[in-house]
C-alpha cells in the first residue's frame, strides 16, 4: 500500500514532439517504380513518458510514428524506448528497450554498433531503433565498465520500392537471411571500457553477434528482381578516442570486424576547432574535417565511405532562439564523387523549432556506386511542436 | 580562542590601511575572509529560472537544475551540473563542469536525443551561456586564485537591501585564459562578506555590463545566498534575471552524479 502510495504521489512526466514535414525531390526520381511528387509531406509523432518512484528508480517509455504521403514504408512506426532503470550510484542496470551511443566522430558513427540504423527515418544513421538490452554499467576508479546482454535483433529499415531517397532495386525485408540459426532470436553480447585520462577520454568496446549492416543480395522473385538483406555473425572491437586541448577536439574512431570476409580495418580520423565570438559578434565558427578509411572487400556490406574526407563548418549564432547551421561536404578521394550537407534549425516561439536539412551531390562520378543517388538532392523542411 | 581570532581578522581586513598594507594585499585579504566565511556547505541543489529580456522588452524563459559540489583544494575548484528542464526542445540536456585553478576547466555536455555525451573545449569562456547576458565565465565558481584583487575604497553598498551596510570596492583582474574581460569591479559588504554588486570591463576595458544580486538569505545560519540576480549588458540593453528557489545546502548529492559517464541517466 506504501507503494501505491508513493506512486499517486509521484507525478508521470508527459513529453515529446510532433513534427509536420515536407520532403523536397527537386530533379526526378532516376527509377520509374520511384513516386514522382516533388513535394512529398508527412507527420510524426515521438510521445515520451517517465516515472520516478524514487531515488533509484525510472521507467521511461518513448515511441515513434510517421504518417508519409508517398512511401508505405515510411509510414512505420517504433518503441525507441521501454526500459526499467535501477541507478544504485556506482552502478546502475537498465533493462528493456533501450538506445546507447558510443564514439567521438561527427561525420560517420563508426564505433557505434548498440543500436540499429533507422535509414528511413534519416540516412546519417543518427536514427535508431530501440534495442532490447540488459545493460549493467558499473563507474570505478579505473573507469566505467558497461555490460549488455542483447536477447533479439532489429533489422534495418529502408526507403521503400517507391521512396525517395531509393536504392537501385527495391528492398525486401521480407527475405532476410542470417548466418545464425536463431535468426533474429541470437543473443548477443557486447562489453565496453571508457575512462578519462586528463585531457583524453578513451572508449574500448568489443561487440559479438549479428551485425547491424546488411549485405544486400539482389535476388531474383517473381515480381522481378529486390535486394534481400543478409545478416552475418560478426566480432567487432572498436577503439574512439577524443583529445580536448583548448579550442581543439582530436578525435579518432578504429573498428577491427571480422565475419564479413576477410577481416576489415576501418578508421575515422578528425578536428574540430572552434573560433569563439567570431569577428567579436556572439557567434561561434566550428572548423570540422575527418578523414574515413575503410579497408572491407567485397564480401563485406557497401559503405561509401572507403576513401573519403568530410569537411564542415558549424555556426552557432548564440541568441535567444539557439540559431545554429551545420554545412558539409563529403568527397570521394578516389571517384570525386560529392555529398553536400546543410542543417539549419532555430527556436520559433517556447515550444516551437524549425529545422531545414538539405543533402545534394554536386558531382557524381560515372559508374561510382553513388551514380544511382545523383538524383535523389533531398530538402526537409519541419516544424516541431513540443509538449 | 577561534572567535577571538576572527574577530581580528575582521577587525584587521576592514580596518584603515595603517600596517602599510599594499591596495592588493588588502583585496587578496578581504577576498580571502568571503571565501572562508562560506566554505563548508559541501554540496548544493536548487532550481533556476532565468529570464531573458531585451531591448524591447520580448522575454523568453529557461529553466534549470543546477547541483554543486564543493572542492577545498589548492589545485581544483567546484564541480557544477546544469540540467535543463526547459525550453522544451532542450529538455534532459546537461552540462557539466569541473573547474581547476592552473590547467583548463573540463566541460562535458549531454545531448539527450543522440543519447551522447560529448566533451566540449571549455576555451569558450567569453561566450553567451544559452543566449544569455551571462557568459560561461560569469556561471563558474568564483574560486579565489582565478583573479587578482586590488583594494580601491569603502562606500555605502549600492544595493537596497544592503543600502544601510559599508562595502569594501575592489578590482579583480581575471587570471585565467580567454576571458572577455579586462577586470571587474566588486561591492562586497562589510557584514556579511557578500558581493553586493558587480561591474564588467570588456577587452576594450569598457563598461558592458553590471550584474546586481539581491534577495540574500542565509541557510543553516551562514551560507548566504542571493535569490535573485540581474545581469544589465548597457551595450545592447539586454536584460538577463536568474531567479533561485528551493536551495538545499549540504543536500547529499550522490557524487557519482558529477561523472560524465552518468549523464545518460539524469532524466
Known sequence: ????????????????????EVRIFPAEAKFARQHENAFSPSMALQPEMR??????????????????????????????????????????????????????????HLVDIINQSDLVESLDEEDKLGQPMANLNVITCIGTWSAFVLPYF???????SDGRPGLPLPFDENLATFESSDKERHVDYALRWQERLGDIDVGLSHFHGTGREPRLMPTLTPSGPVFA??????????????????????KLEAIVRSGQGETLFAATAGFEYTLYQLFETTYDLGLIAEYHHDGR?????????????????????????????????????????????????????????????????????????????????????????YF | MRKLIFAALVAFVSSSPALAETPEQRGLAITKEAQKRSEGWVDSKVEMKMILENSQGEKSERNMRLRALE??????????????????????????????????????????????VKRIASANKSGSFVGSEFAFEDLLAQEVPRFTYKYLRDEPCPTD????????????????????????????????????????????????????????????????????????????????????SNFE???KVDQTEFDPDALGRLR
Open chain 2, 161 to 244: 537591501e544592503a543600502k544601510a551596510l559599508s562595502c569594501f570596492v575592489i578590482e579583480r583582474f581575471p587570471t585565467y585564459e580567454n576571458s572577455g574581460y579586462t577586470r571587474q569591479i566588486g561591492w562586497t559588504d562589510k557584514k556579511e562578506f557578500l558581493v553586493r554588486k558587480l561591474q564588467y570591463f570588456d577587452r576594450k576595458s569598457e563598461h558592458s555590463k553590471t550584474l546586481h544580486f539581491a534577495e540574500y538569505r542565509a541557510y543553516q545560519g551562514k551560507f548566504w545566498r542571493a535569490h535573485k540576480l540581474v545581469m544589465e549588458n548597457h551595450q545592447t540593453a539586454k536584460k538577463t534575471t536568474l531567479s533561485f
Open chain 2, 71 to 116: 572542492l577545498i583544494s589548492d589545485i581544483d575548484g567546484d564541480k557544477s551540473l546544469t540540467y535543463f528542464l526547459s525550453p522544451a526542445d532542450v529538455q534532459g540536456t546537461a552540462l557539466l563542469s569541473f573547474t581547476h585553478f592552473t590547467t583548463p576547466d573540463d566541460q562535458w555536455l549531454f545531448l539527450p536525443a543522440l543519447k551522447r
Open chain 1, 297 to 385: 572487400g567485397s564480401d563485406a556490406p557497401f559503405t561509401v565511405f572507403n576513401n573519403d574526407i568530410m569537411a564542415g563548418t558549424r555556426l552557432a549564432l548564440n541568441d535567444q532562439d539557439d540559431t545554429a547551421v551545420l554545412m558539409g561536404a563529403i568527397l570521394d578521394v578516389e571517384t570525386q564523387t560529392t555529398l553536400a550537407t546543410i542543417e539549419f534549425s532555430t527556436r520559433l516561439a517556447d515550444g516551437w523549432k524549425l529545422e531545414m536539412e538539405g543533402r545534394i551531390f554536386p558531382y557524381v562520378a560515372n559508374g561510382s556506386v553513388e551514380s544511382n543517388s545523383e538524383r535523389e538532392h533531398t530538402f526537409e523542411l519541419r516544424v516541431l511542436r
Open chain 1, 229 to 250: 538483406p543478409h545478416y552475418d555473425q560478426i566480432d567487432q572491437t572498436g577503439l574512439d578516442i577524443q583529445a580536448t586541448l583548448d579550442a581543439w577536439l582530436l
Open chain 1, 1 to 20: 500500500m506504501a507503494w501505491t502510495a508513493a506512486a499517486q504521489a509521484t507525478p508521470i512526466d508527459v513529453s515529446g514532439y510532433v513534427a509536420a
Open chain 2, 249 to 251: 545546502l549540504n543536500a
Open chain 1, 154 to 160: 532489429r533489422e534495418r529499415t529502408f526507403a521503400g
Open chain 1, 51 to 108: 516515472w520516478k518512484p524514487d531515488g533509484e528508480n525510472t521507467l521511461t517509455i518513448i515511441a515513434f510514428g510517421r504518417v508519409d504521403a508517398d512511401d508505405s514504408e515510411r509510414t512505420h512506426w517504433d518503441i525507441r524506448e521501454a526500459n526499467w532503470l535501477y541507478n544504485a550510484g556506482d552502478w546502475d542496470l537498465r533493462i528493456g528497450l533501450g538506445k546507447v551511443f558510443w564514439g567521438v566522430a561527427e561525420s560517420r
